[in-house]
């Protein structure tokens, strides 16, 4: 079998796959980091599989060229590096879900604290209306990490129509049509977490907002505009982060 060759993408992938490399910073930056843990990917737009941030690198630390191109039972196709052990979550969320065409996993601090208790995170700030229309559900068929076809396919059923899941003692996966969506998903999770914590500590009592009501206020709130605007203030805290000027809007 012919080993794979270095990176090798045409310039439209690697305009995403730029992108991406973003968004892992961004998460980073954002509270997502652990170590070399945690990975974001991207379906292949010519129907191959996906591309997966190679492994043993910091989400802080991807750049364009750190990926690995898989198909979906895992062969490397093209890319140089390690394979994460974790791929068949991603594979298997995208073959469940034709919609999605980015997918994250992290280990980010107030999400994966929730998920190891049993509470519902819910609507109760304006980032958990973000997840409104499916909510937030919590895959607690196993602690462990989900290295297995058979566990992706088991968290591909928990998520279901959802834009996120908790991982029970383990971490958190989320996902979006678009790099944008991906990133916001990600973060206003770990957001809504934090503030649920903080309500729950505060020892106030409190109850979730009306769930139509709460649906047209995710639809009021997060418009594409809106999005793109939220987008490029990740983009230019990450900028000035990193010691660059602030790419234009």
């Not at 980032?127 to 992706?152: C, K, M, Q, Y």
């Not at 990133?183 to 649920?196: M, R, V, Y």
């Amino acid at each position: 079998m012919k080993k794979p060759g270095p990176l090798n993408a045409p310039p439209e992938i690697m305009s995403v796959l730029d992108d991406l490399s973003r968004s892992h910073r961004i998460l980073e930056m954002e509270g997502h980091g652990d170590m070399s843990m945690g990975h974001l990917s991207y379906r292949d737009p010519e129907g191959r599989g996906l591309w997966l941030k190679r492994g043993n690198l910091a989400l802080s630390e991807v750049q364009p060229d750190d990926y690995i191109l898989i198909d979906f039972d895992g062969n490397v196709l093209q890319g140089e590096g390690l394979r994460h052990l974790e791929w068949p979550l991603h594979a298997e969320i995208m073959k469940a879900r034709d919609d999605v065409n980015f997918v994250g996993h992290s280990h980010a601090h107030f999400a994966t604290v929730y998920g190891a208790g049993k509470g519902t995170l819910g609507p109760v700030n304006n980032h958990g209306v973000w997840f409104a229309n499916g909510g937030v559900p919590r895959f607690d068929e196993t602690s462990h990490i989900i290295t297995t076809v058979e566990l992706g396919k088991a968290v591909a059923r928990t998520l279901g129509d959802a834009e996120a899941v908790l991982l029970a003692n383990h971490g958190i996966a989320f996902v979006g049509s678009d790099v944008k969506s991906l990133t916001l998903c990600g973060i206003f999770l770990e957001w809504s977490a934090k503030f649920q914590i903080d309500l729950e500590a505060s020892g106030n009592d409190f109850e979730f907002p009306d769930a139509d009501e709460t649906v047209e206020k995710n639809r009021r709130i997060y418009p594409e505009a809106a999005r793109n605007n939220y987008w490029w203030y990740f983009n230019r805290k990450l900028d000035r982060l990193e010691g660059r000027e602030p790419q234009p809007m």
